[in-house]
């Protein structure tokens, strides 16, 4: 496993070229997602570029409240998580990925929060045993606390192979969503200076096939929609602070029931960055 450091320079490109990804992501990936569908949302048109992808996914996609699968017709948590698992395995073979480099699901939608040290320790394995030379991973900006829980696991799994006196793979993140300035965003940054960031513009093909896959989640369809399918967008992970709050002002979460809001979760991150006796911003 080797690291690399990225020197990104905010710019436009139309298309994925595979030279340039190999350059970025080296020639083995590992992307986090927190919910199965995040990666497609945000990345999906990238992965048939990548030499060589792995993928964890933190939740199984299903809350134990059972709303959402009862919504979707469901008679269990655990039906819903079998659907929405075979809808992520589904879109991921239009890229090319194969059922067996998908990893997880660790623990409940919503409730990555309560696993924070669990997972970071998980995720530093994961990294290991796949030779991750980058972990492509969400952004800390309180779009969902599932989400923030996956950044920190990975910012910790890495403060941890830094710990053991290894080289911890390259961060790079992916946009998703957040609510900085009162308004829901999507695929778009919350400005962290002296990180830039680089937009893909799909070209027809991308967008077709990445059509396709976001097709695939039948059960989240309304979700999904929210998202812009010409543009994919990435940059170098900067060091956070997980024990303030990513902006001012309320989080997008917290205009919902997610079973969290941003001081417990913040409580729950300051725990386990002691328990794991890593530091901060981190």
């Not at 655990?78 to 990893?103: F, H, M, N, W």
Request: glycine share 8%; with cysteine; hydrophobic share 40%.
């Amino acid at each position: 496993m080797r690291s690399r450091e990225l020197k990104f320079i905010r710019t436009s490109f139309m298309g994925y070229v595979r030279e340039f990804v190999k350059d970025i992501f080296g020639a083995r990936t590992l992307v986090v997602a927190a919910h199965p569908d995040d990666e497609v949302a945000g990345a999906g048109a990238l992965f048939r570029y990548l030499e060589r992808a792995f993928f964890v996914h933190v939740t199984d996609g299903a809350p134990r409240d059972m709303a959402d699968a009862v919504s979707h017709g469901f008679g269990s948590a655990k039906e819903y998580a079998d659907a929405r698992r075979k809808e992520l395995l589904s879109a991921l073979s239009i890229a090319g990925v194969r059922p067996e480099d998908c990893l997880g699901p660790w623990v409940p939608d919503k409730e990555a929060g309560f696993h924070l040290a669990e997972t970071s320790l998980r995720l530093r394995d994961a990294i290991t045993e796949t030779g991750a030379e980058s972990v492509l991973t969400l952004p800390y900006e309180g779009g969902h606390p599932d989400h923030d829980s996956a950044c920190f696991a990975a910012h910790a799994a890495a403060g941890l192979i830094r710990k053991e006196r290894a080289e911890p793979p390259s961060l790079i993140e992916y946009a998703l969503y957040n609510a900085m300035n009162g308004r829901l965003t999507s695929l778009e940054f919350i400005p962290r200076e002296g990180f830039d960031e680089i937009t893909f513009m799909l070209s027809e093909e991308e967008r077709r096939t990445k059509g396709r896959m976001v097709d695939c989640f039948a059960t989240q369809g309304p979700v999904l929609g929210m998202f812009p399918i010409q543009l994919e967008r990435f940059r170098p992970a900067p060091a956070y602070d997980f024990t303030a709050p990513p902006h001012e002002g309320s989080l997008y979460y917290e205009q919902f029931d997610r079973g969290m809001d941003g001081k417990r979760w913040r409580e729950l991150a300051s725990g386990a960055v002691k328990e794991l006796g890593l530091g901060s911003p981190m």
